[in-house]
């Protein structure tokens, strides 16, 4: 790199805001200029008159300035299935500073009460995202023999080998928690993970998340952002929501692929061109409702959600990887770290590398795969979804294909350019 004036004038404005972080933190004025859920406590002394400059820069123009260093950030990923979650999910489990499980939620739905994810109930519901949160709460504190009563078979003097997708987790495949593989080793595999690493020692695991700055969870079995509230507002949390959409005609094709009994209906329909007359609909509306009235909400700027909301679409981060994640470690107010970048230059340069190996794999779902469903799905199948979903389609800007020469034509975006302004 060249040292040219501008990078001067960088550092300079770096060692600015380093001496600004070190004289605030020496005051006894409140830090967190934006983490309390109300706009009037985003002013340096609280009253809205007398600091409107420093009211405008600490809250929008410099997120770090907000962000309190020693504080543990707690990030959800908000997505849905085959959305390109896992990818997302990458991106964080990287990090090393960060502690990341891959959807805890999966024991509440399989072990407590499987049938209430489902559910229209409204007392069903209230019960299981009651369990949810309960559960995320507890995780994000690190405790994690709070899930061992979601685990069967129960876990015996607090190990286990039954953890959802624990291989998914770095630092579950990493000393002290597992010794297997060389701690340089930057890919492991989850399948090798699980092999080779004992049954997880949970206490171990607890340890392991404490000694991680921050704390990372995706869910896929939340429906919208306002069942987050109650956790967003916590105050002995620090929750940052990243919610991952995706175009809902990408979500069908890959549910199609990979969840082949679920979707079975669906896969005749495109086989024969016929749509079955009992096909199960609410398979997908009920996504594009759930982003429909999440993302709404989103925008509507509530007061709770200030400064804790970014919303992602999954084919902008399959296009430009490297440029979203550094938006999203801004929004997180974490730098990105050097291993995060070599996973996206490891993982997104080709769809066809061979080390995909199972039907979660991110690699298989990325970059070059993202707008892919437009040669997998017929043009009926595409113009239903666009009739059932346009809400949600025109929302979040995913254009209609008007016809299948449209359809099938991949140099013509179907994905416009949006500018998603964040509540503030
Ligand atoms: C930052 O957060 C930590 C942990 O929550 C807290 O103990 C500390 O007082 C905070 N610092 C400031 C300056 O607010
Ligand atoms: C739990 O640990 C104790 C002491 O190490 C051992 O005696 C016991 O057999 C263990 N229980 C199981 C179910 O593994
Ligand atoms: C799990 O790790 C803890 C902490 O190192 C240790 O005390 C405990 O014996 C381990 N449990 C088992 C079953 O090995
Ligand atoms: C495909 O779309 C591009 C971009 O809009 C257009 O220029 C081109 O003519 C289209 N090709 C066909 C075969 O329709």
């Known amino acids: 790199m060249h040292c040219s004036w501008k990078a001067v004038i960088l550092l300079a404005l770096a060692s600015i805001a380093i001496q600004y972080t070190a004289i605030r933190t020496l005051t006894s004025k409140p830090f967190q200029l934006c983490q309390l859920p109300s706009p009037q406590n985003c002013g340096l002394g609280g009253a809205d008159t007398d600091a409107p400059f420093e009211r405008a820069a600490g809250c929008e123009d410099y997120p770090l300035f907000s962000f309190n260093a020693s504080r543990k950030t707690h990030i959800l990923v908000l997505a849905t299935t085959r959305s390109g979650s896992s990818f997302m999910g990458q991106l964080l489990n990287q990090h090393q500073d960060v502690f990341y499980l891959f959807e805890p939620l999966y ?3 399989t072990t407590l009460i499987p049938r209430l994810f489902h559910s229209r109930n409204m007392a069903d519901r209230r019960v299981m995202l009651g369990a949810s949160r309960d559960l995320l709460r507890s995780l994000y504190g690190c405790d994690l023999y709070f899930l061992e009563s979601y685990i069967k078979p129960p876990p015996s003097n607090h190990t286990t080998d039954k953890l959802f997708r624990a291989g998914a987790s770095r630092a579950l495949c990493q000393p002290p928690v597992c010794n297997a593989f060389d701690p340089a080793d930057i890919n492991v595999e989850e399948g090798d993970c699980m092999k ?10 607890a340890e392991a998340c404490r000694e991680k700055r921050h704390v990372a969870i995706k869910i896929v079995r939340v429906p919208e952002i306002g069942d987050l509230r109650a956790l967003v507002e916590d105050p002995r949390l620090n929750v940052k929501v990243i919610q991952l959409v995706r175009d809902p005609r990408g979500i069908l094709s890959s549910r199609i692929e990979t969840f082949r009994d679920t979707y079975r209906l669906w896969r005749i329909w495109r086989a024969t061109g016929r749509r079955p007359y009992n096909l199960d609909l609410s398979q997908l509306t009920v996504v594009c409702e759930d982003f429909f009235s999440s993302v709404s909400t989103a925008f509507s700027h509530p007061y709770w959600l200030k400064g804790k909301y970014l919303l ?5 981060l399959a296009r430009n990887p490297l440029l979203k994640t550094k938006e999203i470690y801004e929004f997180l107010g974490l730098p990105v770290d050097k291993k995060v970048e070599e996973w ?15 039907k979660f794999g ?4 990325s970059a070059a795969n993202a707008e892919s469903w437009r040669l997998k799905l017929s043009y009926d199948m595409v113009e239903y979804m666009q009739s059932v979903c346009h809400k949600a389609l025109r929302q979040l800007g995913y254009r209609a294909a008007r016809s299948a020469a449209e359809l099938k034509n991949m140099s013509l975006s179907l994905v416009q350019d949006r500018t998603f302004v964040p509540p503030s």
């Open 107 to 109: 024991h509440i739905q």
């Open 196 to 205: 080779k690493c004992a049954a997880l020692n949970l206490t171990l695991a």
């Open 312 to 316: 992602v679409r999954y084919e902008d």
């Open 344 to 358: 996206i230059h490891a993982n997104t340069r080709g769809s066809s590398e061979p080390s995909a190996k199972h």
């Open 362 to 365: 991110t690699v298989r779902d």
